[in-house]
């Protein structure tokens, strides 16, 4: 069974500056890797997701994560964020053959004017 | 686009109450999902189905039944309402089975058992 690691349950940052949401997943077989947003009060949405070819994948509103298979890693990155930006983070992660995701705790991202 | 619709979208229950929560989607999708999402700890499967007529547990099932008598909807019926079910609900589906299918989520339905 694979699981999913997002190791920081929260991060600050003020707008305009850089950050990096991390996932670790654990699993020795392919995968697909998925980050989702849930905006308040909101249901989950796909932020972007990694299904294979490049390794950077970039997504809505100018995020983007990279899939690092020796580190087994699809950290998120956005390198200025919003206000908007605020918002519960999800990584996901779906073992080949199957399409149930697991997912992360979720990393609460909140934005600083 | 109305996609994934969740009622209601709030409810207190008493203990021992029983309700149902709807969930219908207009996308023609085959596979359906309702996790339980509580704070800092992610997101947990109740249910899923696979099609219409087909239903299985998932990680968390106790306490909930399910049933999908059409494509559209999927109701999970909470039975002897538990102060431990107070939780969000998030109705889902996907297309198909494809591992690199993108999950739809409902709005969310907030649960409180008093």
Known sequence: ?113 | NAGVTQTPKFRILKIGQSMTLQCAQDMNHNYMYWYRQDPGMGLKLIYYSVGAGITDKGEVPNGYNVSRSTTEDFPLRLELAAPSQTSVYFCASSLDGSSGNTIYFGEGSWLTVV
């Open chain 1, 1 to 113: 069974a694979q699981s999913v690691t997002q190791l920081d349950s929260q991060v600050p940052v003020f707008e305009e500056a850089p950050v990096e949401l991390r996932c670790n997943y654990s699993s020795s077989v392919s995968v697909y890797l998925f980050w989702y947003v849930q905006y308040p009060n909101q249901g989950l949405q796909l932020l972007l997701k990694y299904l294979s070819g490049s390794t950077l994948v970039k997504g809505i509103n100018g995020f983007e994560a990279e899939f690092n298979k020796s580190q087994t890693s699809f950290h998120l990155r956005k390198p200025s964020v919003h206000i908007s930006d605020t918002a519960e983070y999800f990584c996901a992660v779906t073992l080949g053959g199957s399409y149930i995701p697991t997912f992360g705790r979720g990393t609460s991202l909140i934005v600083h004017p």
